[in-house]
């Protein structure tokens, strides 16, 4: 085993198992790990060690490594593998000044409250390597889920992604490899003339009630509500959307309902379809935070 590390004690904080592949991850690289918050799970977790409490996972780690995202509700811990929940506020109680937060997709008021208790707090899914990394599995989740939904193939699909950011360059990238016939819908014009040039059709966001029309498979990208009652109207009432934005997503849920659209709003697919790699990615994220940091 690397013993480089054994010296540095990180803790694990709950997640999905992706979190739990983090740790397992760490340890074998020689980090002393502890892990809470996967007492319903019986994975693998190789060298790292399974904390009966918070309190003894967190203490006297260099490092503290939150989930992704951090939290649904802005008050408990992403636990979905903990017998207990887990409020962030007594999470923070525990940590000490000393000590390197990372964690995935905070909310500001987090980072406000960390601020108050002097903690300091990194975004690691805000590491650009890590997010690519992310959007490739997302794609590829995507690319199983539309497969298991539709009663037809990728191949020849009509299919609409709403957004060209880096989820929605990878999602357009995967179906349109797969000879789906994929088009693009953006707000910006730079974003249009990448996806052009990507071989992708295009169409404008002032455009979308039109762009809908005729597609079988509506992927969103896009983290504010494009797919409202009016939208919807002018789509198929058998076409699939898949949103893949964060809570509370893009879609109007209640209008896809009443107009017998099925949609699945596909949160965390990374840590679905891919935990593994997931967790791999999200720790080789936290190793180089951590050495730019000066932890390690």
Not at 98 to 118: D, H, I, N
């Amino acid at each position: 085993m690397n013993n480089k590390y054994n010296d540095i004690r990180l803790a694990v904080i709950c997640g999905d198992m992706r979190m739990l592949y983090c740790a397992r991850e760490l340890a074998g690289r020689g980090f002393e790990v502890g892990f809470y918050g996967f007492e319903n799970t019986g994975a693998d977790c190789g060298d790292a060690v399974r904390c009966r409490t918070v309190e003894d996972a967190v203490k006297g780690a260099s490092a503290v490594i939150l989930p992704v995202p951090l939290s649904r509700d802005g008050v408990r811990v992403n636990a979905p593998f903990c017998r207990e929940e887990l409020r962030l506020d007594r999470l923070m109680d525990l940590i000490q000044p000393t000590q390197l937060v990372l964690a995935g997709v905070c909310r500001p008021s987090f980072l406000s409250a960390a601020e108050e208790s002097s903690l300091t707090v990194v975004d690691y899914m805000k590491d650009e390597e890590l997010t690519v990394k992310n959007a490739v599995t997302t794609a590829e989740g995507t690319l199983e889920l539309a497969m298991r939904e539709l009663p037809v193939t990728v191949n020849g699909l009509q299919t609409l992604v709403l957004g060209y950011g880096r989820v929605g360059k990878t999602v357009a990238a995967a179906f349109s490899a797969l000879n789906a016939k994929v088009t693009v819908c953006a707000r910006r014009t730079d974003a249009l003339a990448w996806a052009f040039a990507a071989g992708h059709e295009t169409a404008k966001m002032k455009d979308i009630c039109r762009a809908v029309q005729g597609k079988a498979l509506i992927i969103n990208t896009v983290p504010a509500q494009v797919l409202d009652n009016n939208v919807l109207s002018f789509a198929s009432n058998d076409a699939l959307v898949i949103d893949l934005a964060s809570a509370p997503g893009g879609v109007d849920i209640e209008a896809a309902f009443r107009l017998g659209i099925k949609t699945v709003h596909a949160l965390s697919l990374p840590g679905k379809t891919a935990p593994l790699t997931a967790g791999t990615d999200i720790a080789d994220a936290a190793a180089a935070i951590m050495e730019r940091r000066g932890v390690i």
